[in-house]
């Protein structure tokens, strides 16, 4: 039997309690034995990316995300709309990958937790991306209707449907990984 394929899962929101927190940490806790997930914890530890400071050497933060994403076969993202956009700490991330060796071409899936259809920051996302040279795996998030902020992991986890809606998203990194 092969080793399980790695995916880094990433979540857009600072909240402690966060619907796309538990989304991602849902899918860790019903990933098959193909996969092996581990949810990234520093997004507030890395400093505001600034052109200047992206040299040897990068911030300890910068090169442990880097680290991360380089390690990883793939990347599952659950990012929040904030006034119909990214919001600024996932960004911020997404800036300190944009000039890194590890990210072009990795097979990014996308969730989408709103129950409510959001779709701007979504589409920003994807748009944004697409111009890192992102291996997007479906032309549109894969949804995840989540009641939005304080939805725990415990509550995603009772309902059948988004559990049927997560091993969704995993048979497709599944797939996609073979």
Excluded at 80 to 106: C, I, M, Q, R, T
Aim: hydrophobic share 50%; glycine share 6%.
């Amino acid at each position: 039997m092969s080793a399980p394929r790695r995916v880094l899962c990433l979540c857009g929101s600072l909240r402690r309690v966060s619907s796309n927190r538990a989304a991602l940490e849902a899918a860790c806790r019903l990933a098959p034995a193909t996969l092996e997930l581990a949810l990234y914890d520093d997004l507030a530890a890395l400093p505001l990316f600034n052109p200047d400071d992206e040299r040897d050497p990068l911030p300890p933060a910068v090169l442990a995300l880097r680290e991360a994403v380089g390690g990883a076969d793939a990347l599952l993202v659950a990012c929040p709309e904030y006034a119909h956009g990214v919001p600024g700490a996932f960004k911020n991330l997404l800036d300190w990958l944009v000039g890194s060796l590890e990210f072009p071409g990795k097979p990014v899936l996308l969730l989408n937790t709103a129950a409510r259809g959001s779709y701007h920051a979504q589409e920003a996302l994807a748009e944004i991306l697409r111009t890192m040279a992102a291996g997007l795996l479906a032309t549109r998030p894969m949804p995840v209707a989540l009641p939005g902020a304080g939805c725990t992991v415990e509550q995603v986890l009772a309902s059948a449907e988004r559990c049927a809606e997560l091993r969704a998203a995993l048979d497709c990194l599944v797939a996609e990984l073979a």
